[in-house]
Nanobody, 123 residues
Framework: VQLQASGGGTVQAGGSLKISCAAS????????VGWFRQTPGKEREFVAA????????LYADSVKGRFTISRDNAKSMVYLQMNSLKPEDTAVYCC?????????????????WGQGTQVTVSS
């Protein structure tokens, strides 16, 4: 079971960044996928999720209209396009595979977690 996030970096406020999540087929098949973020001393925070077929997406209110989640099942990849970034978006972003074919806002609904990628937004 493998999930690996990549593509993080440092960007100025107002800028854009696209991060990726690569998953093994076993992890990816028929599973919803979510993105979460975490900063030191805080709980993991839901960002976005997408269903297996990509038809259902969920977003945290704090990122709605700025972030877009997508997936390419042929490549076992999930993406998070982040636009109009703010300093408060700074965090380690992790992807996770859900227990069902739908994504969820709840951490407990995810069974596999990958290593995160650091996103830093400077003011």
């Amino acid at each position: 079971v493998q999930l690996q996030a990549s593509g993080g970096g440092t960007v100025q406020a107002g800028g854009s960044l696209k991060i990726s999540c690569a998953a093994s087929k076993r992890t990816f098949n028929n599973n919803g996928v979510g993105w979460f973020r975490q900063t030191p001393g805080k709980e993991r925070e839901f960002v976005a999720a997408i269903s297996w077929r990509g038809g259902v997406t969920l977003y945290a209110d704090s990122v709605k209209g700025r972030f877009t989640i997508s997936r390419d099942n042929a490549k076992s990849m999930v993406y998070l396009q982040m636009n109009s970034l703010k300093p408060e978006d700074t965090a380690v972003y992790c992807c996770a595979a859900a227990r069902s074919s739908y994504g969820s806002r709840r951490v407990v609904d995810y069974q596999y977690w990958g290593q995160g990628t650091q996103v830093t937004v400077s003011s």
